[in-house]
């Protein structure tokens, strides 16, 4: 089992920038594939992207590609998400999601065994 925190989350006017922070507890942090999710009020949970555990692999949502950026720090077992020109659509609670079970990226909400209480990302228009 790993912990998780975010921070970084708040309010930001539409075309503005926002940096997430995903701090992970335990020794083991780099044998996890790191993911995030959000879900905006009324809809379900969506991946929003996901690196693998190297960090040598991303994958991004339709909707954030271009935009968003996945990265993460091994020695500081801290995974980021760096959102720019954010739009109000992107308004939602982010969680930080780890896989403790798979090589690959995981995608799927079902595929991610431990997850982070979320933080709130407001994006006024």
């Known amino acids: 089992q790993v912990q998780l925190v975010e921070s970084g989350g708040g309010l930001v006017q539409a075309g503005g920038s926002l940096r997430l922070s995903c701090a992970a507890s335990?020794?083991?942090?780099?044998?996890?594939?790191m993911g995030w999710f959000r879900q905006a009020p009324g809809k379900e949970r969506e991946f929003v992207a996901a690196?693998?555990?190297?960090?040598?692999?991303?994958y991004y949502a339709d909707s954030v590609s271009g935009r968003f950026t996945i990265s993460r720090d091994n020695a500081k077992n801290t995974v980021n998400l760096q959102m720019n020109s954010l739009k109000p659509e992107d308004t939602a609670v982010y969680y930080c999601?780890?896989?403790?079970?798979?090589?690959?990226?995981?995608?799927?909400?079902?595929?991610?065994?431990?997850w982070g209480q979320g933080t709130q990302v407001t994006v006024s228009s």
């Open positions: 999601a780890a896989d403790s079970r798979r090589i690959g990226i995981s995608l799927r909400e079902y595929e991610y065994d431990n």
């Open positions: 335990g020794r083991t942090f780099s044998s996890y594939t």
């Open positions: 690196i693998s555990r190297s960090g040598g692999r991303t």
